[in-house]
Protein backbone atom coordinates (compact mmCIF):
# COMPACT_ATOMS: atom_id res chain seq x y z
CA UNK A 1 0.00 0.00 0.00
CA UNK A 2 0.87 3.41 -0.83
CA UNK A 3 1.97 6.46 1.86
CA UNK A 4 1.57 10.29 1.06
CA UNK A 5 3.22 11.88 3.88
CA UNK A 6 2.97 15.82 3.48
CA UNK A 7 5.61 18.37 5.64
CA UNK A 8 4.84 21.81 5.92
CA UNK A 9 8.26 23.69 5.36
CA UNK A 10 9.85 24.64 8.33
CA UNK A 11 9.23 28.55 9.84
CA UNK A 12 10.66 31.02 7.69
CA UNK A 13 12.12 34.28 8.12
CA UNK A 14 8.54 36.11 6.84
CA UNK A 15 6.99 33.59 9.01
CA UNK A 16 9.17 35.02 11.78
CA UNK A 17 7.77 38.15 10.73
CA UNK A 18 4.02 37.66 10.01
CA UNK A 19 4.51 38.33 6.62
CA UNK A 20 2.58 37.48 3.55
CA UNK A 21 5.27 35.14 1.67
CA UNK A 22 3.27 33.66 -1.41
CA UNK A 23 6.07 32.97 -4.07
CA UNK A 24 8.95 35.14 -2.83
CA UNK A 25 11.71 32.76 -2.06
CA UNK A 26 12.76 33.69 1.30
CA UNK A 27 14.78 31.45 3.81
CA UNK A 28 14.31 28.98 6.64
CA UNK A 29 15.23 30.45 9.94
CA UNK A 30 17.33 28.46 12.94
CA UNK A 31 14.06 27.11 14.11
CA UNK A 32 13.21 26.41 10.74
CA UNK A 33 15.90 24.24 10.01
CA UNK A 34 15.29 22.43 13.42
CA UNK A 35 12.13 21.95 12.92
CA UNK A 36 13.00 20.05 9.43
CA UNK A 37 15.37 18.09 10.99
CA UNK A 38 13.22 16.92 13.77
CA UNK A 39 10.61 15.72 11.02
CA UNK A 40 13.03 13.60 9.63
CA UNK A 41 14.18 11.72 13.03
CA UNK A 42 10.12 11.36 13.58
CA UNK A 43 9.75 9.98 10.31
CA UNK A 44 12.58 7.94 10.81
CA UNK A 45 11.77 6.42 14.13
CA UNK A 46 8.13 5.79 12.96
CA UNK A 47 9.75 3.70 10.33
CA UNK A 48 8.76 5.84 7.22
CA UNK A 49 10.89 4.89 4.00
CA UNK A 50 10.21 6.70 0.84
CA UNK A 51 10.79 6.31 -2.56
CA UNK A 52 10.77 9.55 -4.27
CA UNK A 53 10.17 12.90 -2.91
CA UNK A 54 8.24 15.98 -4.33
CA UNK A 55 8.79 19.64 -3.12
CA UNK A 56 8.14 23.14 -4.45
CA UNK A 57 10.96 25.32 -6.14
CA UNK A 58 10.64 27.81 -3.37
CA UNK A 59 14.00 27.58 -1.02
CA UNK A 60 11.93 26.60 2.02
CA UNK A 61 10.30 23.83 1.21
CA UNK A 62 13.37 22.96 -0.38
CA UNK A 63 15.67 23.24 2.47
CA UNK A 64 12.74 21.55 4.56
CA UNK A 65 13.11 18.37 2.26
CA UNK A 66 16.86 18.60 2.61
CA UNK A 67 16.86 18.81 6.11
CA UNK A 68 14.13 15.86 6.71
CA UNK A 69 15.91 13.51 3.79
CA UNK A 70 19.39 14.12 5.90
CA UNK A 71 18.17 12.88 9.20
CA UNK A 72 16.41 9.54 7.45
CA UNK A 73 19.54 8.88 6.09
CA UNK A 74 17.85 9.14 2.74
CA UNK A 75 19.82 12.00 0.79
CA UNK A 76 19.89 9.60 -2.29
CA UNK A 77 16.03 9.66 -2.97
CA UNK A 78 15.10 10.91 -6.16
CA UNK A 79 13.25 14.54 -6.20
CA UNK A 80 11.05 16.07 -8.09
CA UNK A 81 10.98 19.91 -7.82
CA UNK A 82 7.63 21.70 -9.32
CA UNK A 83 5.61 24.87 -9.10
CA UNK A 84 3.18 23.51 -8.95
CA UNK A 85 3.44 22.88 -5.27
CA UNK A 86 5.06 26.75 -4.62
CA UNK A 87 2.63 28.28 -1.99
CA UNK A 88 -0.66 30.59 -3.21
CA UNK A 89 0.12 33.39 -4.66
CA UNK A 90 -0.30 36.25 -2.86
CA UNK A 91 -0.48 39.07 -5.19
CA UNK A 92 -0.27 42.60 -3.59
CA UNK A 93 -0.09 41.42 -0.13
CA UNK A 94 2.84 39.60 -0.40
CA UNK A 95 6.02 41.01 1.82
CA UNK A 96 3.10 42.68 3.76
CA UNK A 97 2.34 42.21 7.51
CA UNK A 98 -0.49 40.11 8.13
CA UNK A 99 -1.58 42.39 10.68
CA UNK A 100 -1.39 45.36 9.25
CA UNK A 101 -3.65 43.75 6.65
CA UNK A 102 -5.74 42.81 9.24
CA UNK A 103 -6.71 46.32 10.44
CA UNK A 104 -6.75 47.51 7.30
CA UNK A 105 -9.36 45.66 5.68
CA UNK A 106 -10.54 43.35 8.67
CA UNK A 107 -9.92 39.88 9.97
CA UNK A 108 -12.98 38.58 7.87
CA UNK A 109 -11.79 40.21 4.69
CA UNK A 110 -7.81 38.94 5.02
CA UNK A 111 -9.09 35.50 5.63
CA UNK A 112 -11.19 35.27 2.38
CA UNK A 113 -8.27 36.21 0.68
CA UNK A 114 -6.20 33.32 2.32
CA UNK A 115 -8.25 30.96 2.25
CA UNK A 116 -10.62 30.87 -0.44
CA UNK A 117 -10.69 29.43 -4.03
CA UNK A 118 -12.33 31.85 -5.70
CA UNK A 119 -11.26 35.36 -4.02
CA UNK A 120 -7.95 36.45 -5.22
CA UNK A 121 -6.02 39.06 -2.89
CA UNK A 122 -5.50 42.34 -4.30
CA UNK A 123 -3.30 42.11 -7.72
CA UNK A 124 0.34 43.36 -8.23
CA UNK A 125 0.62 46.66 -9.85
CA UNK A 126 2.26 45.92 -13.21
CA UNK A 127 6.30 46.56 -13.09
CA UNK A 128 5.77 45.37 -9.21
CA UNK A 129 9.07 44.11 -7.93
CA UNK A 130 7.23 41.20 -6.24
CA UNK A 131 5.98 39.78 -9.52
Known sequence: MYKLVLIRHGESTWNLENRFTGWTDV??????????????RLLKAEGYDFDLAYTSVLKR??????????????????????????ERHYGGLQG?????????????QVLVWRRS???????????DPRS
Open 61 to 86: ATRTLWHTLDEMDRTWLPVVHSWRLN
Open 27 to 40: DLTPTGVAQAKAAG
Open 117 to 127: YDTPPPPLEAG
Open 96 to 108: LNKADMAKQYGDA
